[in-house]
Structures are given as C-alpha cells and as structure tokens.
C-alpha cells in the first residue's frame, strides 16, 4: 500500500507525462533492495525502466509490464483530489488505480519478492514501467522495441488489458485479454458551396455530414467469431443466469435469426460484448462552420475504427464509403499511426494454465480468453512474437456506470483487491519462473 499510494501521487498525467518521476521511485526502490535497474528512453521527461532478475537460461524470460502514465484529469469533478490516493471505505481513490498503477504496483511487489526471498529461477524475469501508453507509445513501447528490443525480448509476457469481474461484491470470473482490436481513425469531410445562411442550399456540407454520420452510426459491421472470442462467449454461456446464457450461445448460432436477436440485445444491453463481435465504429468528433449566418464549404467528423485483427484496412474503408454513398463526402483514413497487428496467444501454452490455475487458486474463478477491445501496448510486443497476456485486478461490475471506471471523471480500486492481485501476479510469476 506504501508504493501503491506514493505511485499514485505522483503526477504523470499524459500529457504533459513527466513519467520520469516514476522512473526514478521505482529505480530508487529496486537499487535499495539490490535488484539493478535501467532508465532508458528518448525524452529525458518521459523515460521507461528496465530492470532484470536473472534466472539459469533454462527458459526464455518472461516480461511484466505497467505504464506510469495516466490520462488527465477534471478535478472539479473528483470527491477525493486525484492525486490524493485517499482511503476511505474500503476503497483507494485516484487517479491511475485501475489504469495502470495497480499492475505496476503489483509487478513491482513480485520483483522485489522474489529477490527477498532468493527465488532460484529458471527464466529471467524482466520488469519494464514503461511510459506514453495513453496516446504517445513513440516514448514508451514503440522507443523500447526500436532501440532497446534484446533488453525487453521474452517468451512471455503480462500487462494490462484483462481483470476480474465482481457482480454484487461477488467473484464471478476473471479474464485474460489473448488478443486486441487495431486502432484506426476514419475522417469524413463533406464539401458544398459556401454561402449566405439565409439562403439554404442542397449543398450544405454540415447536411451532408450529418447525413453521413447518421448512416455509419447505424450501420452494424458483420459479426466474425475468432478463437478467443468464440471461446469466451461459449464459456460466459456456461456460468451465466440462464437468461443472459441463451443471448451468448445464440450469438454463436449459425441461424441468422438467432444470431441477430442476440445480437441486438447485445447492443442495447452488453455494448462491449457488442463490440468483441465485429470491427466497430464510433462516430466521435463532429467539426464544421465558424460562424451561424455563413454556409461553411466544408465540415468534418472523425470515426473511431477498432478493427479485428485480421480485418484488411483498404476493403474496410471502401465498405465505409459504400455505407455513406454520398460523391459530396470524402472518406479516408487519418494520418494517425496504428499498432500492428499480432497473433493470438496460445491458450494451450504454459503462460495461459498458470493464469487460469491462479484464478482458481486466488479468486476461485473460471478464466476466460478475452479480445481487448481498446488499446494497449502489448500489440507492439505480439507483432515482434512475445505471447502476450493482458491481466487485471477485480472490479465491481457496477462501478463504471456509477462513474469510478478507467479513464471516468474518478477512479477506484478496493483495498483487499490490489493486495490479492499482488497474490494473483505472485503465483503466476514465481510459478512460470521458478526453477524446477
């Protein structure tokens, strides 16, 4: 708890970032326990630290993985300052709490463990607090995979991405993320004649827009199952209510009409399972005009693409243009970078039984493979061949709604759960890396 809390004080809210701050407390915290650390990276603001318990070469090494980074914050709207690291109820409030100071925290924790307690390995075991995960990867990952890859290389390794699931303060199950959607931005501008506002014209760009973003906010991409999606709903259909059992195994039918009923209540009640069953699309900046009595010759709006792995961007972007069919709008894809794609992490390897034995052994849970459906940066890892697998500690299903999710105006973790997620990354870790 005396890490979690001095991490979460420390400013690194991106941007600005200034995640060295981070760098320099955890370096200080290893070095003082005899455990030799690296800060490495190209903005002396923003560096990442490596740092390396070695084992006997018997196994390729396994990487753990948090960022230091957090995104901002309104603090207008916090009960707790942001930056308080507050205990009350139960709870620990601030910023970062669940994305990402708790798994830097917990692998940290696991580091130091280990060299305490003089853990003979058989693999190296790799501890990266890496910075620029939210929305700047060029310092963070990106830097380490360019510059620094034969440091950070590993069989395996864990990050953010999965969790456990707490429905009503009960355990219900944990997942593991095996795979992510690729990020895409798709920009749509509508071109018209400008003029007086007192005369309408056809050729209004802000209706053609609107027109436009009407269309793809309705559309539904297809759904496609791959190996760890169709494994996760059909293992969500073996321990969920009956009620919600028969939307899980319907969306899997080959009767369409099956599969679209489900598919449809998915939407309007799960819209994140919605959103593991296709690429999707969210309309979400709509620009255009300077001022009310001028007809603007142009207007924009940007779509945020999360597309399935093996989705082909170009056939994807002329399915949206098919959607739109407007001549008067464009549709392209944005200047922005995307992270590569990756394969799936194998579900039969050593890596996935240790996660699911401790979901077992420390929240008495079945685990699920799961596809991300945002971002992280362990697709930077899986296109370079690292297995990689997202982990998380238990949440409460009902917090996000009421407010206190990742990236929401506040942000909470249980005391009991960083502490058990320490167990949970104990186990796992020293399981896979102790020597036989």
């Given at each position: 708890?005396?890490h979690?809390?001095?991490?979460?004080?420390?400013?690194?809210?991106?941007?600005?970032?200034?995640?060295?701050?981070?760098?320099?407390?955890?370096?200080?915290?290893?070095?003082?326990?005899?455990i030799?650390?690296?800060?490495?990276?190209?903005?002396?603001?923003?560096?990442?630290?490596?740092?390396?318990?070695?084992?006997?070469?018997?196994k390729?090494?396994?990487?753990?993985?948090?960022?230091?980074?957090t995104?901002?914050?309104?603090?207008?709207?916090?009960?707790?300052?942001?930056?308080?690291?507050?205990?009350?109820?139960?709870?620990?409030?601030?910023?970062?709490?669940?994305?990402?100071?708790?798994?830097?925290?917990?692998?940290?924790?696991?580091?130091?463990l280990?060299?305490r307690?003089?853990?003979?390995?058989?693999?190296?075991?790799?501890f990266?607090?890496e910075?620029?995960?939210?929305?700047?990867?060029?310092?963070?990952?990106?830097?380490?995979?360019k510059?620094?890859?034969?440091?950070?290389?590993?069989?395996?390794?864990?990050?953010e991405?999965?969790?456990?699931?707490?429905?009503?303060?009960?355990?219900?199950?944990?997942?593991?993320?095996?795979?992510?959607?690729?990020?895409?931005?798709?920009?749509?501008?509508a071109?018209?004649?400008s003029?007086?506002?007192?005369?309408?014209?056809?050729s209004?760009?802000?209706?053609?827009?609107?027109?436009?973003?009407?269309?793809?906010?309705?559309?539904?991409?297809?759904?496609?199952?791959?190996?760890?999606?169709?494994?996760?709903?059909?293992?969500?259909?073996?321990?969920?209510?009956?009620?919600?059992?028969?939307?899980y195994r319907?969306?899997?039918?080959?009767?369409?009409?099956?599969?679209?009923?489900?598919?449809?209540?998915?939407?309007?009640?799960?819209?994140?399972h919605?959103?593991?069953?296709?690429?999707?699309?969210?309309?979400?900046?709509?620009?255009?005009?300077?001022?009310?009595?001028?007809?603007?010759?142009?207007?924009?709006?940007?779509?945020?693409?999360?597309?399935?792995?093996?989705?082909?961007?170009?056939?994807?972007?002329?399915?949206?243009?098919?959607?739109?069919?407007?001549?008067?709008?464009?549709?392209?894809?944005?200047?922005?970078?995307?992270?590569?794609?990756?394969?799936?992490?194998?579900?039969d390897?050593?890596a996935?039984?240790?996660?699911?034995?401790?979901?077992?052994?420390?929240?008495?849970?079945?685990?699920l493979?799961?596809?991300?459906?945002?971002?992280?940066?362990?697709?930077q890892?899986?296109a370079?061949?690292?297995?990689?697998?997202?982990?998380?500690?238990?949440?409460?299903?009902?917090?996000?709604?009421?407010?206190?999710g990742?990236?929401?105006?506040?942000?909470?973790?249980?005391?009991?759960?960083?502490?058990?997620?320490?167990?949970?990354?104990?186990?796992?870790?020293s399981?896979?890396a102790?020597?036989?």
């Amino acid at each position: 708890m005396q890490h979690y809390q001095a991490l979460l004080r420390l400013d690194t809210r991106n941007p600005p970032g200034n995640e060295h701050i981070v760098a320099e407390y955890v370096k200080s915290v290893l070095e003082r326990e005899g455990i030799p650390a690296q800060i490495v990276g190209s903005d002396p603001n923003r560096p990442n630290l490596i740092a390396r318990l070695k084992g006997n070469g018997k196994k390729r090494p396994l990487l753990v993985m948090g960022h230091s980074d957090t995104v901002t914050t309104d603090d207008t709207k916090w009960a707790h300052p942001p930056l308080s690291a507050t205990r009350e109820g139960g709870y620990v409030y601030g910023r970062g709490t669940i994305d990402d100071k708790d798994n830097l925290t917990a692998a940290l924790i696991t580091m130091l463990l280990l060299k305490r307690l003089n853990v003979p390995l058989d693999r190296d075991v790799i501890f990266v607090s890496e910075s620029g995960e939210e929305g700047s990867s060029s310092v963070g990952i990106g830097y380490l995979v360019k510059e620094h890859f034969p440091e950070i290389d590993a069989e395996f390794c864990l990050a953010e991405g999965g969790g456990v699931t707490r429905i009503g303060g009960q355990t219900k199950y944990a997942t593991v993320q095996t795979l992510e959607k690729i990020p895409r931005g798709i920009e749509l501008v509508a071109h018209g004649i400008s003029g007086h506002g007192s005369i309408p014209l056809k050729s209004n760009a802000i209706v053609h827009l609107a027109g436009a973003v009407a269309k793809v906010g309705q559309w539904q991409p297809e759904v496609r199952f791959n190996e760890t999606t169709g494994t996760y709903f059909r293992k969500l259909a073996a321990i969920s209510p009956p009620d919600e059992a028969k939307y899980y195994r319907d969306v899997l039918s080959t009767d369409p009409k099956l599969r679209k009923a489900a598919d449809d209540w998915l939407l309007e009640n799960e819209p994140r399972h919605s959103s593991m069953l296709r690429t999707s699309v969210s309309p979400n900046i709509f620009s255009g005009g300077y001022r009310s009595n001028v007809i603007p010759s142009e207007a924009k709006a940007t779509l945020d693409v999360r597309a399935l792995p093996d989705e082909d961007p170009a056939t994807f972007l002329a399915r949206v243009k098919q959607v739109v069919n407007d001549p008067a709008v464009d549709v392209r894809f944005t200047g922005e970078s995307i992270r590569p794609a990756g394969p799936d992490a194998k579900l039969d390897s050593e890596a996935y039984k240790a996660l699911e034995a401790a979901g077992t052994k420390i929240y008495n849970a079945p685990t699920l493979p799961m596809m991300g459906t945002g971002a992280t940066d362990m697709a930077q890892l899986r296109a370079k061949g690292v297995q990689c697998f997202g982990i998380g500690p238990a949440t409460d299903f009902e917090d996000p709604p009421k407010g206190f999710g990742a990236h929401s105006d506040q942000e909470r973790l249980l005391e009991d759960e960083i502490h058990r997620f320490v167990r949970f990354n104990w186990e796992v870790i020293s399981g896979m890396a102790r020597a036989k």
